[in-house]
Every structure is written in C-alpha cells, then in structure tokens.
C-alpha cells in the first residue's frame, strides 16, 4: 500500500460487498443502511468514484465478474458473509455486557458506523493507516454527524506498538468488557506478529473477546486460490504471511490462551446465512473464528 494512498484491498473489499447487494439471490446478505454507507465512502475519492462506476456500468460490472471467475471465484459474496459473521458476532457480544468494540485495521468497513447510534451506551473505536482513516472519516465527516462513542484513530501499526496505543488514548478503557476485530489482516502478518498480538490484546484487557480471520496455507485443498491471485498480491505489493488450517486453529488458540467460541468457513458461512447449500462455486479458504481470552 502506498503512503499516502487508502489500501487497495479496502476499496476491493467493499466494492465488492456491493457488487453482491445488486445480486438479488445474494442480496439479503447486504442491506440498504449498509449499501448506502458503503457508496458514501466511495463517492469522496476519485478511485472511489471509478470503483462505483464500474458497479453502476452493465458492460463493466460484467467485466468484474470475469475477473472475479478468474483470479478468485467466489470472493465477492464471501465478503458478504465474513462480514455477517463479524457483525453477528458483534451483535452477541454487546448482549452479553460488551460495551466496548475495538476494530483493527478496520478498512472501509461500515459496522461501528452502523451500530454507534443503536448503541450510544458501547464505545466504538477504529484503529487503521492514516491514509485510509483519513478518506473514510473524511466521508463520514460529509454526514455532519460527529458521535461521541465513535472514535477513528489514524495509526500505522507497522511503525508504532498497539500496546502503546491503546494506553495513550483515553477512548480506551481496559477496564470495560471488550470485543477486538480484526479482519482480513492477520495473513499479512507474520507469525511472531499474530502471537504478540494476541498477548498484547490479553495483557490489556483480560476479559477480552475476539473475532477475526485466517486463511488456510495457499497449497491447502481447502484453498480454492488461484495462481493469479499470488501474482495480484505481489503486484499489489500485499504477500501473505501468515496461515493455518482450520483444524488447527482450536489448538493455536488454547496456545495463546484464548477458547474457541466459533469458527466456520465459507461453506459453513453459506449454510448458516443463506439456508442452502451453495449452488455455485464459492470462495475456501478463509475461515471466521470467535475466540475468548481464558
């Protein structure tokens, strides 16, 4: 990712959670609130707006799911799910006296917007590279809305330590109970990164939760990748670093010293949110996991 530029995968990402809201049999996945946010963000920058004109063009929307089919099949409704898997997670958690919800390298990602307003009791707060924080705020910032328990925190976390972070801003109290997110960024992370993270989020805050994703390894048989997608990745300069296998995650956890709560991967996701079995080839690979500190 550049500089001074949000992450690629950020606008990937959310552009195809609308791609798949305008397909009518994946559409409930997606609803109204969450598609019109989405646009707001799109619609502040010039990518943004090229992102959205390809989603708005029949013959270019056409061309999307071409390369869709060819590098990644099934990668746009996966997003879908993942993220209705977070939100049901997140959901369950501020029922359970969560009362404070903590999104790592958040993206363009819509749910703290969404919720802050049904939850003014729960502190939201976001932690993500400046360059992207700065666009998605930015956005936000047009609805004229500046809500007190919603807190955008602009901080590369490849140049200064989370532990540090969360104890120099008061929006976060280690005190309260809370949920961490993290989605869709562990794999780029090494090993020794992924366990002091989890040591990091236990140290401060005992009665943690936390939910985020993982991939199986790319030569995996439950890695439907293709060899374009490695080359997109380099190019993009965003290498995978970190995998495991779903099998193994219940085992890694208990090595962190957090349980299982949750896992389930694309199929799973399909199963539980849509009520069928997928009729189509879907994304394998990446899997959701809910985890408690123990």
Not at 17 to 34: F, G, Q, W
Not at 35 to 40: E, F, H, K, V
Not at 276 to 286: L, N, T, V, Y
Request: include cysteine; aromatic fraction near 8%.
């Amino acid at each position: 990712m550049k500089q001074d530029n949000a992450s690629s995968t950020a606008y990937t990402v959310l552009q195809g959670l609308l791609y798949t809201s305008m397909r009518p049999e994946y559409a409930s996945l997606v609803d109204d609130e969450t598609a019109q946010t989405g646009r707001l963000i799109l619609s502040g920058t010039e990518e943004g707006k090229h992102r959205l004109a390809q989603l708005d063009g029949t013959v270019s929307r056409s061309l999307l799911r071409l390369m869709e089919s060819l590098v990644l099949p099934g990668i746009t409704l996966h997003y879908a799910l993942r993220k209705r898997f977070i939100e049901v997670k997140t959901l369950e958690a501020i029922e359970q006296d969560t009362t404070q919800v903590i999104s790592l390298g958040a993206g363009f990602d819509t749910l703290a917007w969404r919720l802050h307003s049904r939850y003014p009791g729960v502190q939201f707060v976001e932690i993500d590279h400046p360059a992207t924080s700065r666009e998605k705020t930015e956005a936000f910032s047009r609805s004229g809305l500046s809500p007190e328990n919603l807190r955008f925190l602009a901080v590369d976390l490849t140049e200064h330590d989370l532990a540090g972070v969360l104890a120099e801003n008061d929006c976060f109290d280690p005190n309260k109970k809370t949920l961490f997110i993290c989605e869709g960024v562990l794999m780029y992370l090494n090993l020794g990164a992924v366990t002091m993270l989890f040591k990091t989020l236990k140290q401060f805050n005992s009665q943690s939760n936390f939910v985020f994703t993982a991939i199986a390894p790319m030569d995996s048989r439950n890695n439907n990748a293709s060899w374009l997608l490695k080359l997109y990745l380099k190019i993009k300069n965003e290498p995978l670093s970190w995998s495991i296998e779903q099998a193994e995650i219940e085992t890694f956890l208990k090595e962190q010293g957090y349980d299982l709560l949750d896992s389930a991967d694309g199929v799973e996701m399909y199963l539980r949110f849509l009520g069928a079995s997928p009729k189509r080839k879907i994304h394998c690979g990446e899997f959701a996991i809910a985890s408690k500190a123990s």
